[in-house]
């Protein structure tokens, strides 16, 4: 698991605990002109925000009220009586996680250390962006393409819906969302231009290695 500051549980005086929502690591309008302020205040204040409200409200009471959100993700996932608060609490982290894979002037070179791992797995690294934009438009649907570590190789994977790679016992390096509302505002069903897009300009490849431990 990463060290990402997924939001501090706060305990409320005869509350439950309450997952927060994580602030943005930047502003609104850092991402522009490859993400719009636009559609960044309504994913993070409406989308991002409405999954970590449900969560809230659908573990109140229940024997997951005082887990962190990463125990609540591992301990729902595969049981469908528990669905609903799965998808909210890996929604919630997911989010997180794919605003801190990217950073204003992103993109470019991968530090020496996560570079050489990209060589060792896909040849160079634009084969690896190459893999991450193609496995990001072959998600039918809403969902996450994804960098991880499988058994410390480096791999491209893309996940449905809230799926989210450390069920599957991967080890995430970083993100981008691939549900529409992550696009739409700025390249309509051009799903293909925003993830080049994010690749070339934002994608923030020191978080990668942070998280490659
Ligand atoms: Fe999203």
Redesign the pocket.
Known sequence: MSNLNTGTPSTVPGATSLHSLAPLPYTENALEPIISAKTLSF?YGK??KGYVDNLNRLIADTEYADLTLEKIVTSTAGKPERTAIFNNAA?AW??TF?WNSMKPNGGGEPPVALRQKIEAAFGNVEACKKELASTAVAQFGSGWAWLVLDSGVLKVVKTANADIPMTLGFTPLLTI?V?E??YYLDYQNRRVDYANAVLDKLINWEFALQNAG
């Open positions: 994913h989308h991002h929604q997911n989010h794919y969302d549900w509302h992550a």
